[in-house]
C-alpha cells in the first residue's frame, strides 16, 4: 500500500458524459501528479500540481482538467467523453517538487473508466 | 524530446530461470532512469532508480539493472525469477528540463512458468 488512494475504483459511463475521478496523496505529501494508461497510448503523464497550482503539464486533452485543493487532494475531471478515453487512471505524489532534483512517486491504485 | 523503447512486449520464462528485460532510451542530455513493476489490479510500484553513480543499481525483490551511457541502455535483470514476479514492467525516464515528469516505455510482461 502506497499510501495514494484514489476513487472510484471503477467508472463506467456513457459518451458525451462528464466524469471527476478523486485522489488523496501520501499524508505529508504536496505534490501529485496524474497519469494515463491506455491499450494505445500506454502510460502518459497528464499533468502535476504542486502545493495548489499547476506545475507541469504533459499530454492532456483540452476535454480534461485538474486542480489541487487546500488539503491537497486533487480532482481530475474528464468531460465530453469519448470512447477512446477508456483507460487506467493513476495518481501518485512525492513530498515535494523541484526541477533538477529527484522526488520519488508512490502511485495510487488507479481508477479505470470505462465509456460505453 | 526524450523516449524509452522496451524491446520485448512479453517475456516467457520457466522459475529459477534467470530473466533480462531491455530497455533503450533516447536523450541528449543526462537523465535520471527508473524500472517500475505493475501487479495485477495494482498501482506501480518503484523497483529500482539510477540517478549518478555507479551503474549497477541494485532495487528491490532481487532485481539489479545496469545503465550503459554509450547504448543508451538501462536493462532489468534478475539471476532467478519467481512465480511471484508475473507483472508488468515499465522502464521510464525522467524529463530533463522537468525531473517530476516521467516517460515511460510501452511495457514489457513477465510470465513466469512452474
Known amino acids: ?5 484514489q476513487t472510484p475504483k471503477h467508472l463506467i459511463t456513457a459518451t458525451g458524459q462528464r466524469v471527476t475521478l478523486r485522489c488523496s496523496p501520501r499524508s505529508g505529501d504536496l505534490s501529485v501528479y496524474w497519469y494515463q494508461q491506455s491499450l494505445d497510448q500506454g502510460l502518459q503523464f497528464l499533468i502535476q500540481y504542486y502545493n495548489g497550482e499547476e506545475r507541469a503539464k504533459g499530454n492532456i486533452l483540452e476535454r480534461f482538467s485538474a486542480q489541487q485543493f487546500p488539503d491537497l487532494h486533487s480532482e481530475l475531471n474528464l468531460s465530453s467523453l469519448e470512447l477512446g478515453d477508456s483507460a487506467l ?5 512525492s513530498p515535494q517538487a523541484g526541477r533538477g532534483s529527484y522526488n520519488e512517486q508512490f502511485f495510487g491504485p488507479g481508477t479505470r473508466l470505462t465509456v460505453l | 524530446a526524450q523516449s524509452v523503447t522496451q524491446l520485448d512486449s512479453q517475456v516467457p520464462v520457466f522459475e ?3 530473466v533480462e528485460l531491455r530497455c533503450n532510451y533516447s536523450s541528449s542530455v543526462s537523465v535520471y532512469l527508473f524500472w517500475y513493476v505493475q501487479y495485477p489490479n495494482q498501482g506501480l510500484q518503484l523497483l529500482l532508480k539510477y540517478l549518478s553513480g555507479s551503474t549497477l543499481v541494485k532495487g528491490i525483490n532481487g532485481f539489479e539493472a545496469e545503465f550503459n551511457k554509450s547504448q543508451t541502455s538501462f536493462h532489468l535483470r534478475k539471476p532467478s525469477v519467481h ?8 522502464c521510464a525516464v525522467s524529463d530533463p528540463w522537468n525531473t517530476d515528469k516521467l ?6 510482461r513477465l510470465q513466469v512458468f512452474p
Open chain 1, 1 to 5: 500500500d502506497s499510501g495514494v488512494t
Open chain 1, 89 to 93: 487512471y493513476f495518481c501518485a505524489s
Open chain 2, 16 to 18: 529459477e530461470a534467470p
Open chain 2, 83 to 90: 512465480i511471484s514476479d508475473t507483472a508488468e514492467y515499465f
Open chain 2, 103 to 108: 516517460i515511460f516505455g510501452t511495457g514489457t
